[in-house]
């Protein structure tokens, strides 16, 4: 089976952790999943965003060939293009009637109107915690988008403009896989930062999710059609709300939930076949090299 995507530190583990396992996993480039993957193959869709963040990394398309060559694909292409718009995840997940911030897409000022602050206004296709500002008044509201309207991703896809879900400091974040939670990990913002990604200082420590936290994320994972997501939960009024989800999470083993191993819990429900251990290479060390270094920001 083979990681499709682009080079990322995650994609580099999960190849690493499923091979321990006896899984013949490789990562592929797009055109190379094309070429090496038939029928009874599984080809897990791990695009991301773009660092410019206007739009997907290049070659998503392949995924449904994939699909059309019999390949089983899981993270089709438009599971991942629902989890990394929020704009088509806000609208599947309040059509669903599932707990998110109010969102409105807007191209101007005055398409904000109605968001009453304290808001927070982001890229359609952000990761990161890149370029996302929270805004006490009106006129930071209007600041922010002034200051924004150059960028290439507001010239591209306009911004969301997100009610604020009050900061408590840190939010859950879950690993679905097939409809079970795998994963999960509570981040910390950095002191002084409201923003809980990694990525700008957050911190990750282990967490047991609550039942009512882990029905959340598998109802949104199902509604937004993924295979392998992360979906990120902030605790508002007792309960949570459904902030994002991410087609290619970046996770590790601080995500295993007591004993079990993140990367195998995913493997296993993702029902990935597995060689008989008499077949199994035994020097784990001869893995096939990524093709090119992976990155390492965390979201
Ligand atoms: N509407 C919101 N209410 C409260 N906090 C938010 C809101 N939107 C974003 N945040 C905070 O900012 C972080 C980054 O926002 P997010 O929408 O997840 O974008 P990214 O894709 O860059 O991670 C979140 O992890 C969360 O801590
Ligand atoms: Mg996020």
Same mark, same amino acid.
């Given at each position: 089976?083979?990681?499709? %995507?682009w080079p990322q530190?995650?994609? &580099?583990?999960?190849?690493a952790?499923?091979r =321990?396992l006896g899984? +013949? !996993?490789?990562? #592929?480039?797009p055109?190379?999943a ?5 029928r009874?193959?599984?080809g897990?869709?791990?695009f991301?965003?773009?660092?410019s963040l ?5 070659g998503i398309?392949?995924l449904?060939?994939?699909e059309r060559? %019999?390949v089983r694909v899981?993270?089709? &292409?438009?599971?991942?293009?629902n989890a990394h =718009?929020?704009?088509? +995840? !806000?609208?599947? #997940?309040g ?5 998110h ?6 191209r101007?000022?005055?398409d904000?109107t109605d968001m009453a ?5 982001k890229p359609?296709f952000?990761?990161?915690g890149t370029d996302v500002f929270?805004c ?5 509201? &209007? ?7 150059s960028?290439p ?6 911004a969301l ?5 009050p900061p ?8 679905v896989?097939?409809?079970q939670v795998?994963g999960?990990?509570?981040r910390?913002?950095?002191a ?7 990525a ?7 967490a ?11 109802m949104?994972?199902a509604i937004?059609?993924a295979?392998l997501v992360g979906?990120?939960?902030l605790?508002a009024?007792g ?6 989800l991410n087609?290619?999470?970046?996770f590790?083993?601080?995500y295993d939930?007591?004993d079990?191993?993140v990367?195998a819990a995913?493997a296993a429900?993702l ?7 008499r077949?199994?290479?035994?020097i784990?060390?001869?893995?096939t090299?990524?093709?090119?270094r992976p990155?390492s920001?965390?979201?």
């Amino acid at each position: 089976m083979g990681i499709v %995507g682009w080079p990322q530190e995650t994609n &580099a583990r999960i190849v690493a952790a499923w091979r =321990d396992l006896g899984v +013949t !996993a490789g990562m #592929l480039l797009p055109a190379e999943a094309r070429l090496l993957l038939g029928r009874h193959d599984v080809g897990v869709g791990r695009f991301d965003v773009r660092e410019s963040l206007d739009g997907v990394q290049p070659g998503i398309e392949i995924l449904t060939e994939l699909e059309r060559d %019999g390949v089983r694909v899981v993270n089709r &292409a438009e599971a991942l293009l629902n989890a990394h =718009d929020k704009l088509r +995840t !806000a609208r599947l #997940l309040g059509d669903a009637d599932l707990p998110h911030p109010k969102t409105r897409h807007v191209r101007s000022l005055e398409d904000a109107t109605d968001m009453a602050p304290p808001v927070v206004v982001k890229p359609r296709f952000g990761s990161w915690g890149t370029d996302v500002f929270r805004c006490e008044t009106s006129l930071e509201i &209007a600041q922010t988008l002034a200051a924004v309207r150059s960028r290439p991703w507001f010239v591209k896809h306009g911004a969301l403009v997100q009610e604020l879900v009050p900061p408590v400091g840190y939010d859950l974040r879950l690993v679905v896989a097939a409809g079970q939670v795998v994963g999960a990990v509570q981040r910390a913002a950095r002191a002084g930062e409201w923003r809980t990604n990694v990525a700008i200082g957050g911190t990750r420590r282990p967490a047991r999710p609550p039942h009512e936290a882990c029905a959340l994320g598998v109802m949104a994972a199902a509604i937004i059609g993924a295979d392998l997501v992360g979906v990120d939960l902030l605790p508002a009024a007792g309960g949570y709300v459904v902030l994002e989800l991410n087609g290619a999470v970046e996770f590790d083993r601080t995500y295993d939930l007591g004993d079990a191993n993140v990367f195998a819990a995913a493997a296993a429900a993702l029902h990935l076949p597995r060689l008989p251990i008499r077949l199994r290479p035994t020097i784990s060390s001869g893995r096939t090299p990524a093709p090119s270094r992976p990155k390492s920001r965390v979201s």
